[in-house]
């Protein structure tokens, strides 16, 4: 069965410092990875998306993420983070021939001055 | 500005009243769903339409209904709404289901709470 697990809850980081937030997705084809972000009382936005070709993507705000077949993962990363960058970070997986999203439950990250 | 419109934004009422949430997008896109968003579990689809009077059940639909009698429009129904309902909720809307996954765009979100 299509699943995405994102084993960190709860990530807290101070502001400057680097940040990587994992996901791990169960598919068996290709899959088309996102990234959302939901900031409070905001509904998600697209950070950035992979389909295919380079796995090493570059998003908004900073964010890229890479794509590891062989690990089934699609970790989020960001060289300094920002205050404004605490929010709560989606990972997802499209299903095939549908427009289907499946979440993973979510990391909440906090940043410190 | 593209954009998908719910409202309300905020929705306390009681069991078994109904209710409707309204979803609207300006893009013209065929394909539109429902999420809801809770604690631990991240956001499930509840029902989605991939065009005009063509609608199916998602991963979550029980008590829940949908019509879309206009490409731009999706409302969602809880024809007796629980407590059990109670959550966050997110209409979504993509160009189109072609399997090409392109970016999905999500309203600002209602939430609702049924005492």
């Known amino acids: 069965a299509q699943s995405v697990t994102q084993p960190d809850i709860h990530i807290t980081v101070s502001e400057g410092a680097s940040l990587e937030l994992r996901c791990n997705y169960s598919?068996?084809?290709?899959?088309?990875l996102f990234w959302y972000v939901q900031s409070p009382g905001q509904g998600l936005q697209l950070l950035l998306k992979y389909f295919s070709g380079d796995t090493l993507v570059q998003g908004i705000k900073g964010f890229e993420a890479e794509f590891k077949r062989s690990q089934s993962s699609f970790n989020l990363r960001k060289p300094s983070v920002h205050w404004s960058d605490a929010a709560e970070y989606f990972c997802a997986v499209g299903v095939y021939n549908t427009d289907k999203l499946i979440f993973g439950t979510g990391t909440r990250l906090q940043v410190f001055p | 500005e593209a954009q998908v419109t719910q409202n309300p934004r905020y929705l306390i009422t009681v069991t078994g009243k109904k209710l409707t949430v309204t979803c609207s997008q300006n893009m013209n896109h065929e394909y539109m769903s429902w999420y809801r968003q809770d604690p631990g579990l991240g956001l499930r689809q509840i029902y989605y339409s991939m065009n005009v009077e063509v609608t199916d059940k998602g991963d979550v639909p029980e008590g829940y209904k949908v019509s879309r009698k206009e490409k731009r429009n999706f409302p969602l129904i809880l024809e007796s709404p629980s407590p059990n309902q109670t959550s966050l909720y997110f209409c979504a809307s993509t160009r189109s289901s072609t399997g090409a996954n392109t970016e999905a765009f999500f309203g600002q979100g209602t939430r609702l709470t049924v005492v």
């Open positions: 598919y068996g084809a290709t899959p088309y």
